[in-house]
């Protein structure tokens, strides 16, 4: 703790406390704190895992592999170039030289703000009473409002934590000291993918394993499949498998999979989901239930525990674990607590999320499986980019879009791109599944740029549009 913002008393009060420096110092904006006694507790670094471990470095690091991509498929352009190096500190340090910093003014930037900012671990003790373990020794504090907003972790599975094996996580992975030759990475979804993507373009032997029998399964079979054929042509990939052993020895780690397959690499990256940390939080204390299957925080459409006026948002809550949804929760919940009478409800409809790969996937809304499971009558319009001008520009044969509408009204429920820049390509799809819009008005009403990129979303829309009147 900074000198200047000393421990507060014994049975020090405040309006809202915010356990969770990440999206929940969302919350404590300009019109919350004004007026207001406000606090704030993580046992750091500030950010959460977004600034400091996840999505922001990770995107750092994917321009750097995306840079390494072009260079090393120039040829097929008339270009000649080549890749004398690959500088793995250069690129660590132009990522944390940059994040580092701006985590560590965390604290004083929210006691700035007229925050009381506190660096250790917070221990709920009794109905909004909280223990704050300060280095100097513990300290009760309460509240009017507690937000819980503490994040989640990475998940070892029993095989490989009891093997006593040095493995890594995203939490660790990307501050490693020198790059492997040899990558192995457990998980199929967006944070194996991704780490995939990058460690492979800057050289690194990359073997994937997931249990699934595809690779980013939430994008749907269509993206799923043809991204997985993608994933095939560059790594070693192997699905449908788990680990049932694994091994140091001297020439690398060694696993076995459950098909009886050898497997042997440098380092060894666990990518197999997430857990909330509400372990240590005392939550029974309380009064917070939990989700005893997936350890959430149990929230109401509201963003409310069980606990009178204790709230919770994030990863440690949601089942969905992508950062802006948190933030729009934290709005929510910020909104929620400033106007007791005029409550808001959590935003759960059009949720987007990508995969920063190569190439991107990004999705919204239902996929056609989903809508089937739903009982929808759905019809999904797939496009290749390779059908506009700009494709043709990129020597693009693999990306597509495929939009979901319902049959009859024409009704966007869902999308799904894999694409260079899908992340981005995806918005007008995003907008289109929030506003309820028929595929026809979100392909007439617009002009779209040709050539450009987007007239893969426009094409995808038409198509959409004219199956759905069938």
Avoid at 306 to 331: C, F, P, T, Y
Avoid at 358 to 370: F, K, N, R, S, Y
Wanted: include cysteine; proline fraction near 6%.
């Amino acid at each position: 703790m900074s000198p200047s913002s000393p421990p507060p008393p014994v049975n020090a009060h405040y309006d809202v406390l915010v356990i969770g420096a990440g999206s929940g110092r969302m919350v404590l904006d300009e019109a919350m704190v004004s007026g207001r006694h406000t606090a704030i507790v993580d046992s750091g670094p500030y950010g959460g895992t977004c600034l400091n471990r996840g999505c922001i470095p990770s995107k750092m690091f994917v321009h750097a592999a995306d840079v390494a991509t072009t260079i090393r498929d120039a040829a097929r352009f008339g270009i000649d170039a080549h890749i004398d190096g690959v500088r793995w500190p250069d690129i660590r340090d132009r990522v944390f030289g940059r994040i580092d910093p701006y985590a560590a003014s965390g604290p004083a930037g929210a006691r700035d703000a007229g925050i009381a900012a506190y660096e250790c671990r917070a221990e709920f003790v009794g109905e909004r009473r909280v223990r704050l373990h300060l280095p100097t020794g513990g300290i009760e504090v309460s509240a009017d409002h507690i937000v819980i907003a503490a994040g989640a972790h990475p998940v070892i599975p029993d095989v490989l934590r009891q093997s006593g094996v040095r493995v890594d996580t995203s939490d660790t992975i990307m501050r490693i000291e020198e790059l492997p030759k040899r990558l192995l990475v457990l998980g199929g979804g967006v944070i194996g993918i991704e780490m995939a993507s990058i460690f492979g373009a800057l050289g690194c032997a990359i073997t994937l394993v997931t249990q699934g029998p595809v690779l980013a399964r939430r994008a749907g079979e269509e993206v799923a499949r043809r991204f997985t054929a993608i994933a095939r042509e560059r790594w070693d990939v192997h699905t449908g498998a788990s680990v049932t052993t694994v091994e140091q020895r001297s020439d690398g780690i060694h696993l076995r999979l459950s098909d009886g397959t050898p497997l042997v690499g440098d380092r060894l990256l666990v990518a197999a989901g997430r857990r909330p940390n509400t372990a240590g939080l005392g939550l029974e204390s309380a009064g917070v239930a939990v989700d005893a299957e997936s350890g959430r925080v149990l929230v109401d459409d509201h963003g409310r525990t069980s606990a009178e006026r204790v709230w919770a948002l994030g990863d440690i809550s949601s089942e969905i674990e992508l950062k802006h949804l948190a933030n729009s929760q934290a709005r929510t919940i910020r909104h929620n607590i400033l106007h007791p009478d005029a409550l808001e409800p959590l935003r759960t409809k059009a949720v987007p999320a990508a995969i920063f790969s190569d190439p991107q996937i990004a999705l919204v809304g239902l996929t056609p499986e989903a809508a089937r499971a739903e009982g929808r009558d759905a019809v999904a319009a797939t496009r290749p980019l390779s059908d506009t001008a700009y494709g043709w520009a990129l020597e693009d044969t693999t990306s597509v879009c495929t939009v979901v509408a319902e049959r009859g009204s024409g009704v966007v429920l869902g999308a799904q791109i894999m694409a260079p820049f899908a992340s981005s390509l995806i918005q007008p799809l995003v907008d289109a599944v929030t506003r309820g819009l028929t595929a026809m008005d979100a392909a007439a009403t617009p002009l779209w740029i040709h050539p450009a990129a987007m007239e893969l979303v426009e094409n995808a829309l038409l198509d959409a549009a004219r199956l759905a009147r069938r």
